[in-house]
């Protein structure tokens, strides 16, 4: 079994590396995966502090149950978040010709 403390920390990884993709890469659907990794990063961090209060898995009535089940909710939003973002960004490409965000200047049609 995996300790709690290493789930945290590739958490906490992960998000560093998703926010430094964010700030840093300007094309957009490198940026869509920056966000969509601070989503994973998150839900990890919850499942990860959930068994360090809660205790057991899956399996158990226990309060980490209901952290798994949230967690999973996250990940729901993220995926959605990141079908609406795709389809803006192939509107967007198909548009503009690029996908940097740096060409954006105007949101409007």
């Known amino acids: 079994m995996i300790p709690h403390e290493h789930v945290i920390g590739l958490a906490l990884l992960l998000f560093v590396l998703a926010l430094l993709t964010v700030l840093l890469r300007r094309g957009l659907f490198v ?4 966000v969509q990794g601070i989503f994973v990063s998150g839900a990890l961090a919850l499942v990860g502090f959930a068994r360090m209060h809660g205790g057991g898995g899956l399996g158990e009535a226990d309060p980490a149950t209901g952290a798994h089940g949230f967690a999973l909710l996250i990940l729901v ?3 959605a978040e990141l079908a609406v973002g795709l389809a803006i960004g192939v509107a967007f490409v198909r548009k503009r010709g690029s996908a940097n ?4 200047s105007v949101l409007r049609w």
Do not use: C, D, K, N
């Not at 965000?101 to 954006?104: C, D, I, K, P, S």
């Open 77 to 79: 939003v993220a995926a």
């Open 101 to 104: 965000v740096e060409a954006a």
């Open 31 to 34: 940026l869509l995966a920056g």
